[in-house]
């Protein structure tokens, strides 16, 4: 059991010194993209191209790539043993390469365009159907 313990520390060690230097060089501007740009349904990728350091799968591949953040820290997962596949990294990394931005707006875009995708709106939550039924308060 002691061995996992130093794996967990060597990793955490290796994904902060990567998040760091990525850190470093890198300007994350949320606001220079439109928002129109970004929520466009057709910047969803069906057809995925590994970006990042590896082509492994799982939350520590992930952390590894630098997808964590305060808001959604990854190495809370790993230090509890989650073995789950991880998140949908190719696609959340084309989106932070592409519109520059940070992991958790990368995050954020690519929800909203599958919200939009499935005729849902990003910002209430409720279907654009026309024919949709909605109680309300």
Do not use: C
């Not at 794996?7 to 949320?30: C, E, M, Q, W």
């Not at 992930?62 to 990854?74: I, Q």
């Not at 596949?85 to 390469?97: F, Q, R």
């Not at 520059?100 to 707006?105: I, Q």
């Amino acid at each position: 059991m002691d061995y996992l313990y130093w794996i967990t520390v060597l990793l955490t060690l290796l994904g902060l010194y990567y998040i760091f230097s990525l850190l470093a060089r890198k300007n994350h501007s949320y606001s220079s993209v439109s928002r129109n740009s970004r929520l466009q349904t057709n910047n969803i990728s069906s057809q995925r191209q590994p970006i990042g350091l590896g082509y492994g799968s799982g939350f520590v591949q992930d952390y590894l790539d630098g997808l964590s953040s305060e808001t959604f820290d990854v190495g809370i997962n790993i230090g509890k043993g989650d073995d789950r596949v991880g998140l949908d990294s190719d696609e959340i990394k084309m989106i932070m390469k592409d519109e520059k931005v940070s992991f958790d707006s990368a995050r954020l875009i690519r929800q909203q365009r599958i919200m939009l995708k499935n005729n849902i709106d990003p910002n209430t939550g409720l279907p654009l159907d026309p024919k949709a039924f909605v109680f309300s308060s």
